[in-house]
Structure formats: C-alpha cells, structure tokens
C-alpha cells in the first residue's frame, strides 16, 4: 500500500462525523477537488479506500492528492453553499465539467456607464454590469438582435464623449440605431431603451411588449406623434423577434430543459430555455463520457457549475435523469433567486414531450461532435502522411511573425494538441535583437528562445512537438532549420506557404514544395492552423501598437515619460479612464509623482 494513501488514510479517520466541505490538494498544494459531505469522516475516507472499485474520473483525482482541508458547516445545506462558492474561487480541475479551450460567452449590459451598452464578454466582472449567460450558441447573433430591436449603438464610438462629433452611421440611416450619437436623443430615452433590451434578456418578453404598447398609446393621445412612431418600431422589431421563438408550452411557463445523452467516448448536455411558453434559446455541452459515468452525481455537478453565475434561473428545471441531492439543490436554487425553485424528472404530458425532445436534440449533438472529431483525426493523419511522419502529429506548434514597417515586431507561437488548439499553451514573444523587418532573423531569435528553454528543462517548454509550422516559405524554413541544428534538435519543420490571394497554397520542406488537393483533410488542418497563428500574432502586434499610441499622447505631458504612461495605462485600462481619475488616484499609480499627476490632470481639464 502506498505510504501517501495511508497518510491519507489516517488523516480522514480523525475527521468529525459533521456535514463540511473538503478540498483535495497536489503535492504542489493546488486545489484539485472540492466536495461536500453530510458525515465529513465517512465521505472523505470513503475515498482512500477500494481504490480500484472507484470510477475512473474518481481514480485519477485520488492519484494526485497529496493532502487536504476541511471546514466544518451547521447543516448540509450550509455546506452546499459553501462549496458552490469554493467551486467558484478556486475552478478545481476535477470540478469542472465544461472545460474547453475558451471560457463559455456571456451578454454583458454596461449598467454602471453613463451611455450603457449591450456586449459580448467572455468574462464575468464584478464591475456593476448585469450579465447573462454564459452561452455555448453564438452570443454574437444575440447582441446583433438587441441592438436592433431596441435601437441601441453597435459602433465603436463613445458616449457621452463623442456625441454630436461626426456624421451618423448606416445603422442610423436604415433606423437599426437611434442615433445617440446625433445628439437629438435624451438620455432618458436611451436608458429607457437600455431598461427594455435588459427585461428581455432575462425573459420578460411579454411586460416589455405591454409595456411598450402603453407608452405608445398614451403618446399618441398626447399627440407626441414621433415619440408614438419611434415605440412602434420598437414594437413591431420585438413582435417579429417574438414570431420567430417556438411556442411551445402554456404562456406562463418559464422552464429550463435539461437532457443528457452519453455513448461510449461522449456525453452531451442539451438545456432548453423557455420563457414565456416560448424556447428563447438552446446550449449543447458535450463533454467526456466519465464525466457522466455516475449520471445523477454528473447532473448535480452540471447544476452546480451551470447556475453557479446565472442570474435568470427560472422556477421550474425538467430533467431526464434525476441529480443527486435534488431536494438540497433545490433549496440551495431557491435561497440564491429568492423564490421557489423547482426540480422536476416529468413522467407524462406535455413536460415529459419538452424532455423528449431534448433528449432528441442531445443525440444529435453528440453525433455532430463524433463527426468533427472524427473530421479533426482523420485531418492529423492526413497531415502526418503529407508531412511522411510515421506517426500522425499528437502536437503540433505554430510560429508567425507579425510587425508595421519593422516596429513592435512580435511572434505568435499556437499549440494545437490532437487537431484542437490548446491555448494554455500559446507562447507571445516580443523580438529584442532584430532592427527592423526581418522575418528571417526574427524566426531565428523566437526558435531560439523557444528551444533554448527546452534545453534548459524550463517547466512550460518540456514538450518537444512532433511537427512545427512556420508561416513562410523557404527562407523562414532555412533559418529555422539552422537554429535547431546548433541546438543539436531534430523535428519535422514545415513552412506554411501562400497564394497571392493570402490563402493556404500548400507546405514547403527540406525537400521542396507539397501542394496536396485543397480537399485533403490535413490541408484544411493547416489552414486552420496558419489563420489561427496569424490572428493570435497580429493580436498582440496591435495589441502593443495601441498601447504605443496611448502611451505617445501622454508622454507630450510635463513629467510623464515612457515609463509612466505605461504605468498609467496599465492602471486606469485607456485614456478615458485615466481622464477620469482623480488626481489622488493619479498619484497613487506607482512611479507617479504628485507633480506629474498634477499634470496629468490639468492636460485632461
């Protein structure tokens, strides 16, 4: 028996028979797992006990627990909601269901600006904006529309600073926008735009029409004819939005559905969001099928992790299998909404068709997601055959150069792990030693620093990849290959060569050009892999631009050189931040000097 399993052991033994929480650590001291327990004692030892019966999932945790902590709580209840938020600050690896190369999306509305916006964000702040989500559709499409229906701005322009500068845009000319920006629109008016586009989101589609209805009777009696027109549009734009959701249950019910479908390598989570008796919207999480291996403890942990930052959680979720913990869950739903939550597996009638139905969509959504993956296997393989691997590329690194005329010259470096982009790994690198344009030195100094930390053992660069991309052709493949030899490392290196319309024209080795038919499967991998270099390396050349250009306008300030306008910028995020700081705040900002924010201030008055 392992000594560790026996400390273990010994340790949960010793542990109060009261309900709590525990929280599992590596040997590095990271928070790995956190659960709740009725009997702290018999759950957490059941762990460290017939190891070899445990789940899968379950094995794997207990492999890497090197310790752990644990807090006592009055009752269950008080350690469920414990735990949600232990969950929360710490996202424990073995905790978190959805992982996935990005953070799932949510719509923020900027309550807390002067001229609110409705946004895209894909992370939660606690910066007095209202979120809602997070999404797995397309958050893009939903802003799209609310912008539209409630003539809200979807330009880059800022309000109340650029109002009346400038001419409006096309939105403003085809009425998609009120035209905030014209400086004929009261703020009042827009708020009351904003109020109605943030009632929507949370599902209140009907008061939102109602509402609008009697404004725009009460205006007409009034004989504010223009004001009645301008809420009829409105009206009209939320009617068709309306007209286009599926009825599908009474008009007072307000409903999640929530179906789980799993086959042998894949599980899939379908919920149904329904408001008002209509299906606002849908999400599909596929996830692997160990995570699902204990369905009713899988289901809890989805509820868990799902509701966790929700705000519209409705009264009533239909499941198709029961979660564990149903009862406490539901308290737990209800106390955080304030109302009562319901919890409900239906047997009969039009809840249980919902159900069906989602369970429908949920097979479906798991054969899309065999069909990609078995998209992105057979593109590896192509690849590793066009390349004359023996085997196909399990990792495969990425390197493009991006710079204007030679200034702020940066490389991307992108890991893509068995056909996907694995962005935890993503390298930027600022190129130090090259003056001006020169892809070629520029790649020699990036492989060299990427290489070198291998050599050296570094932790994050361990990982040798079975191919590397370059974005370039001959010359970029030359230089590398040059580099790798004084480094005594030998791979497979491959330029990534383009047509004169900048599309994917084929790859280029040691032994001249591969144009394989833009059908092949490993070609289109590549061409995902050089737009995906491309795109995270002129991020971050602009990225360093836009900072060069903020910070050129503040160094013309008595006081402020290049070093506290960084600082500055860093600080207070753009210059209508730090605009609006106070000179206190100014001050406060390290390497400023009382004298200089003074400065600062009086330059923005």
């Known amino acids: 028996m392992d000594n560790r399993i ?26 790995i797992y956190v659960g709740k327990a009725k009997v702290l004692k018999n759950r957490v030892s059941s762990y460290f006990v017939g ?59 900027t309550l807390s600006e002067e001229y609110p916006r409705v946004v895209f964000t894909r992370r939660r702040e606690e910066d007095g904006a ?41 939105n403003y000319a085809i009425k998609n926008c009120m035209g905030v920006c014209t400086g004929k629109v009261p703020r009042a008016q827009y708020l009351e735009a904003v109020g109605e586009a943030v009632e929507f989101l949370d599902g209140r589609y009907r008061e939102v029409a109602h509402d609008l209805e009697q404004k725009m009777e009460a205006a007409s009696e009034e004989l504010r004819f223009e004001e009645a027109a301008r809420l009829r549009d409105r009206l009209t734009a939320l009617r068709a939005l309306g007209e286009r959701q599926k009825v599908v249950s009474a008009p007072s019910v307000e409903r999640d559905v929530i179906a789980l479908v799993s086959d042998e390598s894949r599980a899939c989570v379908m919920v149904f969001y329904i408001r008002e008796g209509k299906l606002t919207g849908t999400d599909s999480f596929v996830v692997d099928a160990e995570e699902f291996e204990d369905a009713p403890e899988g289901m809890a942990a989805f509820v868990k992790q799902h509701y966790l930052l929700r705000s519209d959680i409705p009264r009533e979720l239909l499941f198709s299998a029961e979660p564990a913990d149903a009862k406490l869950l539901e308290e737990y739903l209800s106390q955080r909404v304030g109302r009562r939550v319901h919890i409900k597996m239906p047997q009969r009638g039009e809840a249980r068709q919902a159900v069906a139905l989602a369970q429908q969509n949920a097979r479906e959504g798991l054969q899309k997601a065999a069909s990609r993956a078995e998209r992105v296997e057979r593109g590896v393989a192509e690849l590793g055959k066009l390349c004359g691997l023996h085997e196909p590329p399990a990792r495969i690194e990425a390197l493009d150069i991006s710079n204007t005329a030679g200034s702020e010259v940066v490389g991307g470096l992108v890991v893509f792990q068995n056909g996907k982009p694995s962005k935890a790994d ?69 330029g990534m060569v383009k047509d004169d319309k900048h599309r994917t024209r084929g790859l280029v080795g040691p032994d001249g050009e591969i144009t394989p038919s833009p059908l092949n499967a490993g070609f289109v991998l590549v061409g995902r892999i050089q737009e995906e270099v491309h795109r995270y390396a002129i991020a971050y050349h602009r990225s360093l631009r836009g900072k060069k250009t903020f910070s050129s306008a503040l160094t013309g300030i008595e006081g402020v050189g290049q070093k506290r306008a960084e600082a500055l910028l860093t600080t207070f995020k753009s210059l209508e931040g730090i605009r609006a700081a106070s000179e206190e705040e100014l001050a406060s900002v390290p390497g400023m000097s009382r004298a200089a924010a003074r400065a600062v201030k009086q330059y923005f008055s």
């Open 6 to 31: 026996l400390a273990l052991r010994e340790k949960a033994r010793a542990l109060p028979e009261s309900p709590g929480v525990y929280l599992m650590k590596d040997e590095t001291g990271k928070i």
């Open 51 to 109: 190891i070899e019966r445990h789940l899968a999932k379950v094995r794997r945790m207990v492999e890497h627990v090197a310790d752990f902590d644990y807090l006592v709580c009055g009752s269950e209840m008080e350690a469920l909601v414990l735990e949600c938020s232990q969950i929360k600050h710490y996202m424990p690896h073995y905790n978190i269901l959805l992982k996935d190369d990005k953070n799932y999306p949510y719509v923020k509305v």
């Open 130 to 170: 209202k979120y809602f989500g997070p999404y797995s559709g397309n958050v893009g499409e939903i802003v799209t529309t609310v912008e539209k229906t409630f003539k809200l701005p979807s330009c880059k322009r800022r309000f109340p600073q650029e109002i009346g500068r400038g001419r409006p845009c096309l």
């Open 426 to 494: 993503y390298k930027r690198y600022k190129v130090k030693t090259v003056e001006g344009q020169d892809d070629y030195d520029s790649m020699r100094e990036i492989i060299w620093r990427r290489f070198r930390r291998y050599k050296a053992g570094d932790e994050g660069f361990s990982e040798l990849p079975d191919l590397l991309l370059l974005d370039g052709g001959k010359g970029q493949l030359s230089a590398v290959l040059e580099v790798l030899s004084e480094l005594e490392i030998s791979l497979p290196v491959f």
